[in-house]
């Protein structure tokens, strides 16, 4: 009898470790916008559309600032890659290089270059 007992706590156990390491990490603000995705091609193709207006992205972290504050965010299957900035929203993440992420923010134009001023981070 205490062998299954035993058996049933480290299923439930390692149950519980596989849960909680699928759940997505957040940082920021909560995303709201998770139905319309700009993508980074559109945004890159076109800045001038976007500056200034708030778009939902998704991606993988590809380069990440060794505080957190910043990266680049690169779109699946593409070479096209943007940089999204924490430092104006105040917080920043952990190392997650390679990670897949979705960032909403606000897009600004710096040195003719689109920017994303991120104003929240989910990691997958």
Do not use: H, W
Request: aromatic residues 4%.
């Amino acid at each position: 009898m205490k062998t299954i007992a035993r058996l049933g706590s480290i299923v439930l156990i390692f149950a519980l470790l596989v849960t909680a390491c699928a759940a997505a990490e957040t940082y920021g603000k909560k995303i709201n916008n998770r139905k319309s995705l700009t993508t980074i091609g559109d945004i890159l193709a076109d800045p001038s559309v976007y500056g200034g207006k708030e778009v939902t992205i998704e991606g993988k972290i590809s380069r990440e600032c060794p505080a957190g504050c910043f990266f680049s965010l690169t779109q699946a299957g593409k070479e096209a890659s943007i940089i999204v900035d924490l430092n104006p929203a105040g917080f920043s993440i952990p190392q997650r290089g390679g990670r897949t992420a979705l960032v909403q923010g606000t897009v600004s134009i710096r040195d003719d270059s689109p920017v994303i001023l991120g104003s929240g981070v989910e990691i997958k």
